[in-house]
């Protein structure tokens, strides 16, 4: 049977989606891959689809709840019955059940956390597993935007069960990212797939406001110019939310906010009503849209500058899945670049904090903290961000270690990371304020040249922007608020929280 014929027995489609076909082949002649494919070109397809011509079990590892449970739903609409996701939502008698027909599955969904038990393991272990697939792989990587430190124990984790053929996806990353992913997870040989990360149909402006007042102006402008559905990210959860507010009472009733303060039921209900399109635009923290697949959403605007290229494109990514013409606006004013600042520095432990730690614990580091770990928290006024480094460092600790030494240690780790993080804010600023093409300054970045000339390609080619106009139905009479005075007031207050 031809893979095309394993396509559309299983998956219904006639042709595979550029790039599947090669990722598909290496992984049939039994070879790890690494691979990175933009967002919504059917990464899930390119592990899917061998599993069928392989014996064992496949085991995908993913660290989004949502993606999970959207991934596992999809398979069973699919007819794929034998397809399960192990995470924190497992109830107790419910996890019992599935670990004892464990051997049942074909697919087996896991969380990171979830990894790091021993009973897990145990229970992988009594399993032959013919593929270990690591999805959103760049959160191994201590240099990628979204790390997790629970993500670099993968590699003894793999170790331990054999070392399985393995295939790690991600969407974005670079070349030091990519390396980093494959020493991680213990990889020896692998193939490389690396996809374009051009998205044509995604035009690029960054729309230059004198101050945060003209800001308010502008996005206001856009969101009820532009065709929707749409995606307003911010880096604070408050500004998300009053905006929200604010365009509601404007004349936008189907606007909600989505931040990680919100609880879990509600962000499942807002994500679900978005992809059913019944909500037109989400004012969203970063915490949004990994993992959400809604093809037709028009624009992507960015209030605040996000912290490095990274994210900006994942975030711009969400945009145009369904292949129409879509855009993406950030709006800049001068001295953006101090929130990312601020909020990259927040994410790790100061200088002082360590050097607090070090001196007021001492030995009690080496063997105790794990039962203190709420107060040293709390006294020491570490933010979650930093506290899980922090966490991290002090677990690789142990008693044959001289304290000073590893002090200095964990500083100097702290400092690289932080000249690391300020020089991808400065890549992005130099992106911002670049007078050429954006897409070929993007492009660049990742390594890219710019073959095609696009149409409508950037604000600097030149962008006809009737063609993204909200359709003639749809223009709503924007209702006088008194939104100004409020919002600048907001924007003006400090101690707002922020999510990068
Ligand atoms: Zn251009």
């Not at 979830?114 to 897990?120: A, G, I, P, Q, R």
């Not at 191994?140 to 331990?160: C, N, T, V």
Request: with cysteine; net charge negative.
């Amino acid at each position: 049977m031809t893979l095309e014929n394993k396509l559309k027995t299983h998956f219904g489609y006639d042709h595979f989606k550029k790039g599947q076909r090669e990722i598909i082949e290496a992984l049939t002649l039994g070879k790890n891959v690494l691979a990175m494919l933009p967002t919504g070109t059917g990464k899930s397809l390119c592990y899917q689809l061998p599993a069928y011509l392989m014996d064992g079990v496949v085991v995908v590892v993913t660290p989004l709840l949502s993606l999970m449970q959207d991934q596992v739903e999809q398979m069973m609409a699919r007819g794929e019955k034998r397809v399960v996701a192990i995470n924190s939502f497992l109830e107790r008698g419910e996890r019992a059940s599935v670990f004892g027909r464990l051997h049942t599955y074909k697919f087996i969904y896991i969380s990171p956390e979830m990894l790091m038990s021993d009973f897990v393991v145990s229970h992988l272990n009594k399993l032959t597993i013919s593929l270990f697939v690591v999805d959103e792989a760049h959160c191994i990587s201590q240099w990628g935007y979204d790390f997790r430190p629970d993500y670099l124990k993968l590699g003894d984790i793999r170790e331990s069960l054999g070392s399985p053929q393995t295939i790690a996806l991600t969407a974005t990353a670079d070349q030091e990212v990519r390396s980093d992913i494959a020493q991680t997870l213990k990889l020896n040989e692998w193939d490389e797939f690396v996809s374009s990360v051009d998205r044509p149909n995604i035009k690029m402006v960054v729309d230059f406001v004198q101050d945060a007042r003209d800001k308010l102006d502008k996005l206001l402008e856009w969101v009820f110019f532009l065709q929707g559905p749409g995606i307003i990210y911010f880096s604070s959860k408050k500004l998300a939310e009053e905006v929200a507010i604010m365009l509601r009472d404007s004349g936008l009733p189907r606007a909600m906010a989505y931040h990680g303060g919100l609880d879990q039921e509600s962000r499942i209900l807002i994500q679900q009503q978005f992809i059913k399109g019944q909500l037109d635009v989400i004012c969203a923290t970063s915490a949004f849209g990994m993992g959400i697949n809604k093809e037709n959403v028009r624009f992507v605007i960015h209030f605040h500058m996000p912290l490095q290229l990274e994210s900006y494109l994942q975030e711009i990514g969400r945009a145009g899945r369904d292949g129409e013409n879509s855009i993406s606006i950030l709006l800049y004013s001068p001295h953006d670049e101090q929130l990312p600042y601020q909020l990259a520095e927040g994410e790790l432990p100061t200088q002082y904090q360590i050097n607090w730690l070090f001196q007021h614990f001492g030995d009690r580091l080496l063997y105790e903290w794990e039962e203190m770990e709420e107060s040293i928290k709390h006294i020491g006024g570490f933010s979650d961000t930093s506290w899980r480094l922090t966490k991290d460092f002090l677990r690789s600790l142990n008693n044959s270690m001289d304290l000073k030494v590893e002090e200095e240690r964990f500083l100097q780790y702290i400092d690289n990371r932080k000249k690391h993080k300020r020089n991808k804010i400065v890549d992005m600023l130099n992106w911002i304020q670049s007078k050429e093409c954006k897409r070929k300054g993007i492009l660049s970045y990742f390594g890219e040249v710019k073959q095609n000339t696009v149409e409508d390609c950037c604000h600097v080619c030149g962008i006809a922007y009737d063609q993204y106009n909200k359709k003639s139905s749809e223009v709503v009479e924007v209702t006088p608020f008194q939104w100004r005075d409020y919002l600048q007031a907001l924007l003006s207050k400090s101690g707002t929280s922020y999510e990068k």
